[in-house]
């Protein structure tokens, strides 16, 4: 567990911190990440262990940003949330940045093969691992591991390298 901890703190830290920006907030999110990493790691599956522990400290992240968010509101009179709600263009702006990504993204999948689009949606939209997935579709998961390699093959091959990258 130590090894774990001290090969991917620096990788979870700029995790959290990145939808943070904070370091106090990014530290406790990330000693959060590894927690329920630990508590997960009976449930973990064939999938990449970076992008595995990435998702948590993510999700974590936003769980803080949220509890934040609350807090702030709570905190603040009625004066003061006038005062600071130009503060929060910023991050009105970057959700609709996002927003708008996510529509075209999901724009693009609807265009690509049926058999494609639905590997890619369960996997990285709905975020089920191989075997959920392979439950779904009542196949093996080496069916789900192959489908999702053709599909994500299908997308290099077919999209140029700016619109998936976004």
Known sequence: ?????????????HVAYSVLRSDQ????????AFIQMYKSLPDYRSEGFKTWL?????????DAKRRLGRRSGEDLG???????????????????VREERQKKLRERIDQLPAQH??????YYLSEKNYEQIADDAQVAVKTVESR????????????KEDEWRE
């Open 25 to 32: 907030e990014a530290q406790d999110a990330a000693q959060e």
């Open 78 to 96: 009625g004066e003061e949330k006038i005062i600071n709600l130009p503060g929060r263009d910023e991050d009105v702006l970057a959700r609709l």
């Open 117 to 122: 689009r639905d590997i890619i949606t369960a």
């Open 54 to 62: 990435t998702r948590i400290a993510f999700h974590k992240a936003i």
């Open 148 to 159: 999702l390699y053709r599909a994500r093959q299908w997308i290099r091959n077919h999209w």
């Open 1 to 13: 567990m130590r090894d774990l901890i001290d090969k991917y703190s620096q990788h979870v830290y």
